[in-house]
């Protein structure tokens, strides 16, 4: 489903540059296209207010994600900070078989290469289900929301 077809969703998604910094060409791409992804199909609201589009702002403050929503006047809505501590194990194990599977590609059988892709999946669904917990309350999102969010929080967090 296209963004213009729900009410409670995500309008635009921005990086506060300052705290955030630029990446190299290669993560500004990915950084790029997880917003993209992620704008372009979303389920996202915020718990006890009406139906509404809202942008969400993402900075870096003492190593913890602080989510910045406002509506589309730009007005604040809610502001959270998510730790990442929990995340430190999928985030170390993700890249680990991520650098694993872009070995593969180059040099493995098209067999091993799809077990690499189930476990990068799988760790990926991990990374997904624990963020849409730590967000229990505060942000309702549908699980391919948490998904994309997810993906754009391994965006900020690759060495490249």
Known sequence: MNAGAQSSRLVSVTLDDASIGRGTPDQEHERRVAIYDLVETNNFAVPGRDRGVYALRLSLRDRKIVLDISDADGAPVAAHLLSMTPFRRILRDYFIICENYFSAIRTSSSERIEAI????????????QLLAERLKGKIDCDFDTARRLFTLFTALHWKG
Do not use: C, I, P
């Not at 892709?117 to 997904?128: K, Q, S």
């Open 117 to 128: 892709d189930m476990g990068r999946r799988g760790l990926h669904n991990e990374g997904a």
